[in-house]
T-cell receptor, first 112, second 115 residues
Framework: SQQGEEDPQALSIQEGENATMNCSYK?????LQWYRQNSGRGLVHLIL?????REKHSGRLRVTLDTSKKSSSLLITASRAADTASYFC????????????FGAGTQVVVTP | DAGVIQSPRHEVTEMGQEVTLRCKPI?????LFWYRQTMMRGLELLIY????????DSGMPEDRFSAKMPNASFSTLKIQPSEPRDSAVYFC?????????????FGQGTRLTVV
């Protein structure tokens, strides 16, 4: 079963715009991670945020975590055509050994 | 570092045949995940190894599936006999380190088609 649920399922924006996607999860977590998957490729890790952190930045990426609402958001600022991909959140539950459980993903299309 | 290496990249086989998927994790990473990805079910964790030992195989769909990690540099996922519903992309991933606060590095996947 999937732990995280991303919203929206699909997002279409123009270059230069910001893209925001959300992830909700069900259980208590150690950390939440975001991954990107280009078509036909493997997943690439973007950012990890621990349960005691509220916000994290990496380049044009900004991730927030609200453990009281069991939700996270990923913001991509000034998007580029190369950001076109599927984005997945994955959680590691507190009672797990490091088991990564993925959501269904958000498909992002950035048009030039 | 070449990253996580999977082979083959594509496999087409007939129903009932045995299929073996291979994975070479990143050197020094002592843990390994096998995932399956389909449109209907998304990314499903099949099995997790730590120090070559299966820690959690609760995601393995049924007895037709088996996985081994004979040493730290090699793992296989075998399906015998294969069925059309096994068609999916299979990924292996090696976490940087065992434990909870670590990212995973994915291979490029094996696209399996069972006809």
């Amino acid at each position: 079963s999937q732990q995280g649920e991303e919203d929206p399922q699909a997002l279409s924006i123009q270059e230069g715009e910001n893209a925001t996607m959300n992830c909700s999860y069900k259980t208590s977590i150690n950390n939440l991670q975001w991954y990107r998957q280009n078509s036909g490729r493997g997943l690439v890790h973007l950012i990890l945020i621990r349960s005691n952190e509220r916000e994290k930045h990496s380049g044009r990426l900004r991730v927030t975590l609200d453990t009281s609402k069991k939700s996270s958001s990923l913001l991509i600022t000034a998007s580029r055509a190369a950001d076109t991909a599927s984005y997945f959140c994955a959680t590691v539950a507190t009672d797990s050994w490091g088991k990564l459980q993925f959501g269904a993903g958000t498909q992002v299309v950035v048009t030039p | 570092d070449a990253g996580v290496i999977q082979s083959p990249r594509h496999e087409v086989t007939e129903m009932g045949q045995e299929v073996t998927l291979r994975c070479k994790p990143i050197s020094g990473h002592n843990s390994l995940f096998w995932y399956r990805q389909t449109m209907m079910r998304g990314l499903e964790l099949l099995i997790y190894f730590n120090n070559n030992v299966p820690i959690d195989d609760s995601g393995m769909p049924e007895d037709r599936f088996s996985a081994k990690m004979p040493n730290a540099s090699f793992s296989t996922l075998k399906i015998q006999p294969s069925e059309p519903r096994d068609s999916a992309v299979y990924f292996c991933a090696s976490p940087r380190s065992p434990g909870v606060n670590t990212e995973a590095f994915f291979g490029q996947g094996t696209r399996l088609t069972v006809v």
